[in-house]
């Protein structure tokens, strides 16, 4: 597994470019946020942590990758 290095302001992507977050994630760190670095790859931003999104998960809703 890929290391994603995370903070509270930002997380550098697999590909090394850093991504901070947008305002509003910090305020919604209880919402599951998807976020696309311009590598393609995403990320969903949640309760403080980086969680990537598999690519063979990509085209399906969020929601069921987290089983909810
Ligand atoms: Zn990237």
Redesign the pocket.
């Known amino acids: 597994m890929p290391k994603i290095v995370f903070d509270d302001k930002g997380f550098t992507?697999?590909?090394g470019?850093r991504n901070d977050y947008p305002g509003y994630v910090q305020e919604h760190w209880d919402v599951k946020l998807v976020y696309s670095?311009?590598?393609r790859?995403r990320f969903v931003l949640y309760q403080g942590k980086v969680k990537m999104v598999r690519q063979s998960l990509a085209e399906s809703p969020v929601s069921d990758a987290f089983g909810d």
Do not use: F
């Open positions: 992507c697999e590909c470019m670095c311009s590598c790859r």
